[in-house]
């Protein structure tokens, strides 16, 4: 079938009685020149997540001329990613991945099409949790994982973590979230913070590092040998189940019989009686022993006396070891005689002089049978010689406290009196007469305000 071109129809006649007119009577208008090409402006662009944009279709006909007023239809190839409304604006969706994602919005007109391709951002982070908790052991691991989220929470994917820790000493934690605590033998639980940081949001967990368990303890030495008063240091050695030495942990000592050997908190044992008893150290429910068995004292040690010398009556000062803390046990002796104690600790002992010769003599401490060595001491005792009938008066307690009569010849006779200011014949007056008398002494008591009258040949 042929089609005669298209463009207004007319049509000639004649008119009768007329010259020859041509007319041309035209039947209709040139039809409109067709879409060739459409061109969607911009060609490109980037949104955020719940961004706009208004888009552009530009309308090419055949003849090369722009065309107006043709109906364009707006289409997206994503609608869930994003819309376009009939006047070709773009509304972008939500991306909850963590990387841009592209979507075509094609303008069509006539059958003809054009496009543009916008990219749609990630929805931002808005807040991180970090999902994982527990208690470490040192040297053991838990993995966490962060769980960033959007303004209305929505969970978002495919964005990578940092991860940090307030204090590596405590634990450290891999790239992948993996925490692991430090190694650490100490008796404290440590705590520290993990840090999860998205985009510019963090969350942050906080984890405790507990001690390490105590699974065996050693007492050291397993035995100890004491004599009474001597002191001995137990050490208490603690370890874990693998062997590992832990430090810094309670240990409490005790003693199975005070009554032999006692000990201090700080593991210090003392015999106290001869015997055999057990001490036990215990630390978190574990605990070992040492045997302690106590035997005699040994002898005390005189180390010094002072003053080097000293009258009857006077005190003497002994410094040394292994006294005992009770006066009364404790027997000093000054040339062979016993001397007063006044004072007692375990290193010095105070005692009264008692009247001896004058010159050297030894002085001796003893504690519980055993006895020290001897160390000297420089005696001063005024001696005197009284010709027959010659009377001395020692007024004072210091003047008569030790007196030394000599015996011109070899041989004398002395005869001592003591006068007492007491009122009642049954009070005693203590006094001492040292010698080789020839016959027992008499003593013989008067009437008060007369002088007491002892005699003792020498």
Known sequence: MHRSPRGPRCRASRL??????????CTGAEPPDPVQRVTVSPPSATLASGATQALTATLTGTKGGALAGRPVTWSSGNAALATVSAAGVVTAGRVLGGANESVTITATS???????????????????????????RPGGT????????????????????????TDAAVATVSAEGVVTAAAYAGPLTREVTVIASVESRSGSVSLAVSPLAVAAVQVAPASVALRLDEVATLTAALRDATGTALTGRTVVWASANPAVATVTQAGLVTGVAVGTTTIVAVSEGQSASATVVVSGRNPPVLAAVSPASVAGGGTLTLTGTGFSATPTA??????????FVLAATATQLTVRVPCV???????????????????PVTMVVPRHALAVGEVLLRESADLSACNELAAPGGAARYLVMLYSTATSQNTLIDLQLDGNPGAPAAVRAVAPAAPALLAAPE
């Open 142 to 165: 838990l993995q966490l994982a962060a769980a960033p989220a959007s303004a209305t929470g929505e969970p978002l994917t495919g964005r990578p973590a940092t991860w940090t820790t």
């Open 357 to 375: 010769p004058g010159g050297s003599a030894n002085v001796v401490a003893t504690v519980e049978g055993a006895a020290s060595a001897p160390r």
């Open 16 to 25: 009768p009685g007329l010259a020859l007119l041509l007319l041309v009577a």
């Open 110 to 136: 006539e059958a003809v099409s054009g496009s543009a391709t916008l990219a749609v951002q990630p929805v931002p982070v808005a807040a991180v949790a970090v999902q994982g908790s527990g208690t470490l």
């Open 330 to 339: 404790n027997r000093v002796t000054v040339g062979g005689a016993a001397a």
